[in-house]
């Protein structure tokens, strides 16, 4: 073992004589380095070396060439890199081979490799890597993506790219994601030919004039792909889809997207997602910047192709998709006539998808409500929203919309107050208790604005509540005690919470911080609670021993002796991966490194 150490060191020696002579390393730092790399170099030998000892020795050489560059800079001596950092390259990439010979199945090593290798530019390598890479782990879509894009955009080598997916093709014939880029790449081979072909012109260099209607700038190649695709899978709506938004980044594929849409057409004419995406063809992709005449012109294209589709397919998904395209354009804004008229389509698309659908989905009933608010109708709203949760009683949403509307909109405070009472009731009957947490936090905001006087015994009604609104109502009621009657009604709310269950860590700590912030601080009442919360969450909470621990060795009554017990007993009773979590944050905290 000892000979091929010593080879592979005297490897080194000239690269080390170099930074010793031009003076970017002292002698007693190459000795430093010669040692360091013997030391490494004799663990990669062991009979059990593992990745550790690879990934170790890597990092010791990429830090080298991080520490060469800042002494480059510093000295301003940019001469001899292909002596010295090529060097170290070269045998980082060697030491990456050898491990990932080792260690195939470990994805985050290829990783690495194909980063460090990208960071040098070491191009022909990371077509290499590639090669090697797919050779073990072929059943994977996304390293054939990758290598084919690596091929495409940074090796400038379409034709290498092309054949990468055709035989990723052959692995994956089913794959999505496989067919839309290997559809992507063609377009952006097109893309990149037209291009050059403009800047051939613009030099007045006069290129065959045949070259333009060549196929494959003409996307031909790409609409070979999409043809081929289709064919191998008909029936898929998703892939079908899944080609639009790629086609429409291109200036050039407007007969693609005329057919793809076609062929949508006529294969799934029966399909929502299909009416959805013909309707929207209409919208340019630079909207945006258009003319709002021409957007309005769009917009009624779009209206047209939803009426037909909300008339061929009467479906409530039919009709969400054509509410959520009229919020859509609502939302953009625009001058007052044009916001204006489309708040009138798609209020009068939400009445006749009321009128069509028996019974109107949830969202739906939402979206509603948000336009009749946009609007102004609030009256309307309010009467939406009672019907909304008559048919969908279980909707803790559309409960929390009817409530704030009514809190926002009823301004006699004896109407509020029976109305909102009665409502809240009524919802906490049809809902499931466990799902009903929004709405008590909107009943408890409500009371602390415009009845205080019966806070108090709502907060008793939830605390005896499903576990998901008593824990988080049981936070609320340690604060409004504290507010409310300081710190004798605090202690004996909290008294009472802290016998029934379910509790948190939150509410212990909420009372702690109360005792801790009186100039008058009583040790006892919070070494108490911290017991408590000890008993309820000794087992699976490192950070509660921790903070009792620095409670007793920090706060000016503490008591430092008592640290020793808390630690005993904090590694008895934790369980698990707890205890080496409790010993590394111990640890820190005692060498003070630890806030």
């Given at each position: 073992m000892a000979e091929f150490v010593q080879q592979n060191i005297e490897e080194t020696i000239?690269?080390?004589?170099?930074?010793?002579?031009?003076?970017?390393?002292?002698?007693?730092?190459?000795?430093?380095?010669?040692?360091?790399?013997?030391?490494?170099?004799?663990?990669?030998?062991?009979?059990?070396?593992?990745?550790?000892?690879?990934?170790?020795?890597?990092?010791?050489?990429?830090?080298?060439?991080?520490?060469?560059?800042?002494?480059?800079?510093?000295?301003?001596?940019?001469?001899?890199?292909?002596?010295?950092?090529?060097?170290?390259?070269?045998?980082?990439?060697?030491?990456?081979?050898?491990?990932?010979?080792?260690?195939?199945?470990?994805?985050?090593?290829?990783?690495?490799?194909?980063?460090?290798?990208?960071?040098?530019?070491?191009?022909?390598?990371?077509?290499?890597?590639?090669?090697?890479?797919?050779?073990?782990?072929?059943?994977?879509?996304?390293?054939?993506?990758?290598?084919?894009?690596?091929?495409?955009?940074?090796?400038?080598?379409?034709?290498?790219?092309?054949?990468?997916?055709?035989?990723?093709?052959?692995?994956?014939?089913?794959?999505?994601?496989?067919?839309?880029?290997?559809?992507?790449?063609?377009?952006?081979?097109?893309?990149?030919?037209?291009?050059?072909?403009?800047?051939?012109?613009?030099?007045?260099?006069?290129?065959?004039?045949?070259?333009?209607?060549?196929?494959?700038?003409?996307?031909?190649?790409?609409?070979?792909?999409?043809?081929?695709?289709?064919?191998?899978?008909?029936?898929?709506?998703?892939?079908?889809?899944?080609?639009?938004?790629?086609?429409?980044?291109?200036?050039?594929?407007?007969?693609?997207?005329?057919?793809?849409?076609?062929?949508?057409?006529?294969?799934?004419?029966?399909?929502?997602?299909?009416?959805?995406?013909?309707?929207?063809?209409?919208?340019?992709?630079?909207?945006?910047?258009?003319?709002?005449?021409?957007?309005?012109?769009?917009?009624?294209?779009?209206?047209?192709?939803?009426?037909?589709?909300?008339?061929?397919?009467?479906?409530?998904?039919?009709?969400?998709?054509?509410?959520?395209?009229c919020i859509e354009r609502l939302e953009r804004g625009g001058s007052v006539k044009t916001s204006n008229q489309r708040a009138r389509q798609t209020l009068n698309v939400l009445d006749r998808a009321h009128k069509a659908c028996d019974t109107l989905p949830e969202e739906l009933f939402d979206r509603w409500l948000t336009v009749l608010l946009i609007v102004g109708g609030v009256d309307e709203a309010i009467s939406a929203a009672q019907e909304a949760v008559t048919v969908h009683p279980t909707s803790v949403n559309l409960w929390c919309r009817y409530m704030q509307l009514v809190i926002q909109n009823i301004t006699d405070a004896e109407q509020q107050k029976t109305n909102v009472t009665k409502l809240f009731e009524k919802a906490c009957s049809n809902l499931k208790s466990k799902n009903s947490l929004p709405l008590w936090k909107i009943a408890m905001e409500w009371c602390l604005a415009s009845d205080p006087a019966n806070l108090e015994t709502l907060l008793q009604t939830g605390v005896r509540e499903h576990k998901h609104v008593a824990m988080v109502l049981k936070e609320h009621y340690i604060d409004w005690a504290y507010l409310q009657g300081g710190l004798k009604t605090v202690r004996k709310v909290y008294s009472l919470l802290a016998k029934e269950k379910p509790l948190t860590t939150e509410f212990f700590y909420k009372y702690i911080a109360i005792e801790n912030a009186q100039t008058d601080t009583k040790m006892k009442q919070i070494r108490s609670c911290y017991e408590d919360a000890l008993r309820e969450f000794g087992t699976t909470e490192p950070d509660l021993w921790l903070d009792f621990i620095k409670l007793e060795l920090t706060h000016p009554n503490g008591d430092p002796s008592n640290s020793p017990s808390l630690h005993w007993r904090a590694m008895q009773a934790l369980q698990g991966d707890h205890v080496e979590t409790f010993t590394i944050k111990y640890t820190l905290m005692q060498t003070g490194h630890c806030s």
């Open positions: 000239p690269e080390l004589e170099q930074l010793e002579r031009v003076g970017l390393f002292a002698k007693e730092e190459i000795k430093a380095i010669i040692k360091r790399r013997t030391h490494h170099e004799y663990r990669l030998v062991r009979r059990q070396r593992d990745k550790e000892d690879f990934l170790k020795y890597i990092q010791y050489e990429v830090n080298l060439l991080h520490l060469i560059k800042k002494r480059r800079n510093r000295l301003h001596y940019f001469f001899k890199k292909d002596e010295i950092e090529m060097t170290i390259i070269t045998r980082i990439l060697r030491l990456f081979r050898r491990t990932c010979t080792q260690n195939p199945e470990d994805l985050k090593l290829w990783s690495s490799y194909i980063e460090f290798a990208r960071t040098w530019h070491m191009m022909q390598e990371l077509s290499r890597v590639f090669t090697r890479l797919l050779k073990v782990h072929s059943d994977k879509p996304a390293l054939w993506i990758m290598a084919a894009k690596f091929q495409m955009e940074e090796n400038s080598s379409s034709e290498n790219a092309r054949g990468l997916m055709l035989r990723a093709l052959r692995h994956h014939p089913k794959s999505h994601k496989l067919w839309t880029e290997y559809f992507r790449l063609e377009l952006m081979n097109a893309d990149k030919q037209r291009k050059r072909y403009a800047l051939l012109k613009q030099s007045q260099i006069e290129p065959d004039e045949d070259d333009m209607n060549d196929a494959v700038m003409q996307g031909a190649v790409a609409k070979m792909v999409y043809k081929q695709a289709i064919q191998q899978m008909n029936d898929d709506i998703d892939l079908h889809l899944a080609f639009l938004p790629i086609c429409q980044r291109f200036d050039f594929t407007q007969h693609i997207l005329d057919e793809i849409y076609s062929d949508l057409e006529e294969s799934h004419a029966d399909s929502e997602l299909v009416w959805n995406a013909l309707s929207r063809r209409h919208l340019s992709p630079d909207s945006q910047e258009s003319e709002e005449s021409v957007v309005v012109t769009e917009e009624a294209k779009c209206h047209t192709v939803y009426d037909e589709a909300v008339t061929s397919i009467p479906t409530p998904k039919m009709w969400s998709m054509y509410v959520e395209f």
